[in-house]
């Protein structure tokens, strides 16, 4: 039994590396490679077989490789990987190209062989107007209202009238002192003494005209 079973595998491998040749004759023995470009810095071809332009069925073994235009910088192997936006036939990158101008080529060697290439250019995506640094849109900083001062509470108002209180009233005008008195007084006798002599010469000299004036009559 089990060498039936055996024998039984071993007819069917043999019949399958029989008909993949006849499979592949088919459809040619050649692939044809286009790069399309890129979307989103992924490269993006399309595979066919060269003879009847059918898509490939099966997985595809290739290598992608990318040098700047000015030959400063390389990129690769890459694998392509089935692209789910250009099927049956289209094959692109999960890696992605920064941008620039790029030489890209496209080398298929499984089911058959193919080669493609193109020159690439990725641009610069600018980011979305009104975002900043992945955070969400920002417009113009709204005016906020200032509030208005509070009004007085009772606290602050006992507080004023307390300060207020706390200040001492203005000094009333010194009395005059006895010192101030006293040269007052002096002033005045001074004033009165000098008046006083003032009359007692006038009076003297009033004296003295008339005895003259009685010796020259006598």
């Known amino acids: 039994m089990r060498i039936r079973i055996a024998l039984s595998a071993a007819v069917t491998a043999l019949g399958l590396l029989f008909l993949l040749p006849s499979v592949a004759h088919a459809h040619g023995d050649t692939l044809k490679v286009v790069v399309t470009g890129q979307r989103a810095g992924h490269v993006t071809t399309e595979i066919t077989w060269e003879n009847d332009g059918d898509a490939v069925d099966e997985a595809v073994s290739a290598t992608v490789n990318a040098v700047s235009v000015d030959g400063t910088r390389t990129l690769g192997p890459w694998v392509l990987v089935r692209d789910p936006a250009a099927a049956p036939a289209g094959w692109t990158t999960a890696e992605v190209l920064p941008p620039g101008s790029w030489k890209v080529s496209v080398d298929v060697g499984f089911p058959a062989l193919g080669h493609g290439e193109l020159e690439v250019g990725v641009?610069?995506?600018?980011?979305?107007?009104?975002?900043?640094?992945?955070?969400?849109?920002?417009?113009?900083?709204?005016?906020?209202?200032?509030?208005?001062?509070?009004?007085?509470?009772?606290?602050?108002?006992?507080?004023?009238?307390?300060?207020?209180?706390?200040?001492?009233?203005?000094?009333?005008?010194?009395?005059?002192?006895?010192?101030?008195?006293?040269?007052?007084d002096a002033v005045w006798w001074t004033?009165?003494?000098?008046?006083?002599?003032?009359?007692?010469?006038?009076?003297?000299?009033?004296?003295?005209?008339?005895?003259?004036?009685?010796?020259?009559?006598?």
């Open 191 to 218: 004033t009165a003494g000098v008046a006083v002599t003032a009359l007692a010469g006038a009076g003297v000299g009033l004296l003295l005209r008339r005895r003259r004036l009685r010796r020259r009559l006598g």
């Open 123 to 184: 641009p610069v995506v600018d980011p979305a107007p009104g975002t900043a640094g992945g955070t969400g849109t920002t417009g113009a900083p709204t005016p906020v209202a200032s509030a208005p001062a509070p009004a007085p509470t009772t606290a602050s108002g006992a507080q004023s009238a307390s300060a207020q209180s706390a200040v001492p009233p203005p000094s009333p005008a010194p009395a005059p002192t006895a010192s101030s008195a006293a040269e007052g």
